[in-house]
């Protein structure tokens, strides 16, 4: 039974102790705890994005929505944007740590995950995650007095960060399903029903998003995105992990195959963003795209107080955000060796999971909301 190691009991009681933390908290300071942390930073903004509001108020714990960024600037005590901040990110950071520790656990408890080998079959899981967020999206770009095909409360799960937990329960009881059928004989692995069922919902999402182009007004198709974004991401991946490893090659020694794969998915993003926020307008987009990460905003905002405006009307400044990607996937590649992989298979295996999947999962939501026009 759960826990049975050391470790494991420590995890679970750490985990009990945090939540317990924040519920105690919030019965016993509802306002200064629940409503200027909890709600502010994290439930507030998937609230506001639900419901397509520019923010929204705590106001006593009576959430109150406001549909201009002038109203909401005028707004008293807690507020919500929808969206990102930096304290958000950071929690969400911290509750990834905390939950690779735990599934740690449970993969050890299935014998598996202790090869790189499991990493491939997530991979449609990771673009399913980002073209599902495009479907909210949609909803999102649905016209007035017309009423969109998922609503409050369900589409709360489609919105970051709930979107995260509803596609790793998915891919987790994929998962569990997957090796219920290989220790059942049906399969000789797991990690080809796994990746056909990542690639099952990956095709019905982004069918369902091809439907709503073919159907409605509000979302149309403009492929040379896609096509663009995973050409010049391959182009750069391929190109870099070949200069990489002939020049060198003591960074490709913990992810000989990997590493390239690390460079296509942060690649990816980085392109998907220079493409539609920088050149949006010139590949068929009635506007530029918006950036909807914090540190995307940061990066292009401080491109745009140093790039020259006669020199950024004619390349732009998102590209830095490219660099900045390609800079950090080749700094986390450094850090896997073999010894890494020796001491911890399963959490080096989830770590590099993980590092696939902030690029990834980002730079397709970008990629097909250029595509689709939403």
């Known amino acids: ?22 519920v105690g908290g919030s019965l016993l300071f509802p306002d200064l705890v629940y ?54 990110e950071i929690g969400y950071a911290l509750t990834l740590i905390v939950s690779l520790s735990g599934l740690v656990f449970m993969l050890r408890r299935l014998d598996i995950g202790e090869r790189i080998s499991f990493i491939y079959p997530l991979l449609p899981f990771m673009l399913f995650g980002g ?36 596609v790793f329960f998915l891919t987790l009881a994929a998962l569990l399903v997957s ?56 182009l750069i991946a391929g190109g870099l992990w070949w200069v990489v490893g002939r020049y060198v090659p003591s960074l490709t020694s913990g992810t000989p195959r990997l590493g390239a794969v690390i460079l296509w998915a942060h690649a990816v993003d980085g392109v998907s963003n220079v493409l539609g926020i920088d050149w949006g307008k010139e590949l068929g987009l009635p506007y530029d795209m918006v950036p909807k990460h914090p540190v995307n905003r940061g990066v292009i905002d401080i491109a745009e107080a140093v790039v020259p405006e006669s020199l950024a009307a004619v390349i732009g400044t998102a590209w830095p955000f490219l660099l900045v990607k390609i800079a950090a996937a080749l700094i986390v590649i450094s850090l896997f060796d073999e010894r890494m992989f020796e001491e911890g298979p399963r959490f080096a295996v989830l770590l590099l999971i993980a590092v696939i999947a902030v690029g990834l999962g980002p730079g397709t939501r970008d990629m097909l909301r250029a595509t689709f026009g939403v």
């Open 35 to 88: 409503g200027s942390f909890i709600w502010q930073y994290f439930w507030g903004p998937v609230y506001a994005d639900a419901h397509n509001a520019a923010c929204a108020a705590w106001n006593g714990g009576t959430p109150q929505l406001y549909a201009s960024t002038e109203s909401c600037s005028a707004v008293q005590g807690p507020t919500a944007y929808p969206g990102y901040t930096l304290v958000s």
């Open 179 to 234: 090796v219920g059928l290989a220790k059942r004989g049906v399969t000789d692995t797991y990690e080809w029903p796994l990746a056909g069922i990542g690639t099952a919902f990956l095709v019905g999402t982004v069918g369902y998003l091809g439907y709503l182009s073919a159907t409605t007004t509000y979302v149309h198709f403009h492929p040379l995105f896609t096509v663009l974004t995973m050409v010049f991401a391959v």
């Open 131 to 166: 073209a599902l967020r495009v479907v909210e999206d949609a909803m999102d770009s649905v016209p007035e007095g017309v009423d969109a095909a998922i609503q409050y409360p369900l589409n709360s799960l489609i919105i970051s960060p709930l979107i995260y937990f509803t």
């Open 1 to 22: 039974m759960f826990p049975e190691t050391k470790m494991e009991r420590t995890w679970t009681a750490a985990v009990f102790a945090i939540v317990g933390a924040l």
